[in-house]
């Protein structure tokens, strides 16, 4: 009995899995940005495939040109990493920046840690002493 109740639960949860997945694929069909965002994302945690990396790529790709902020910081990471599409810095910096101008956080931390790294580091000069309590 125990059985027959736990498998015919899992076999619900499946269903409705697969129901929400042809439900948010119609959608994003239609042009929902959201709807697009969270099938790439389907497509990326599930990705066992290349093929399954581009489509991930195809509906970041579409959701980001529209705006969307999260779309545009997953794009820029597929970008940076090399995860289903060639890796592409400049590409990965523009679409973080799109992100960042958005007001997504993570988006500006990343870009951060890129113009901290490209920031000259200042010369220090030995043997000079810049104290306003220097004596002679």
Same mark, same amino acid.
């Given at each position: ?19 929400? /997945?042809?439900?948010?694929?119609? +959608? !994003? @069909? ?11 994302? @389907? ?11 581009? +489509?991930? /790529?195809? %509906? ?8 969307? +902020?999260?779309? @545009?910081? &997953? ?6 990493? #090399?995860? #289903? ?9 523009? %679409? /973080?920046?799109?992100? +960042?101008?958005?007001?997504? !956080? &993570?988006? @500006? ?6 113009? !901290?790294?490209?920031?000259? &580091? ?15």
């Amino acid at each position: 009995m125990k059985k027959k109740l736990i498998l015919s639960i899992c076999l619900l949860f499946t269903t409705l899995n697969a129901n929400n /997945f042809k439900s948010v694929a119609q +959608s !994003a @069909q239609y042009g929902d940005v959201y709807a697009q965002y969270n099938l790439a994302t @389907q497509y990326k945690n599930k990705a066992q495939t290349q093929q399954d990396l581009h +489509s991930a /790529f195809k %509906w970041y790709h579409k959701s980001a040109t529209k705006g969307y +902020s999260a779309s @545009q910081y &997953q794009l820029a990471l597929m970008f940076h990493y #090399g995860s #289903g599409v060639r890796k592409n810095a400049e590409l990965a910096r523009l %679409w /973080f920046t799109r992100a +960042s101008k958005k007001g997504h !956080a &993570q988006a @500006q931390s990343v870009l951060y840690r890129f113009y !901290a790294l490209e920031r000259p &580091q200042p010369h220090t000069v030995q043997n000079r002493r810049y104290s306003m309590n220097f004596r002679r």
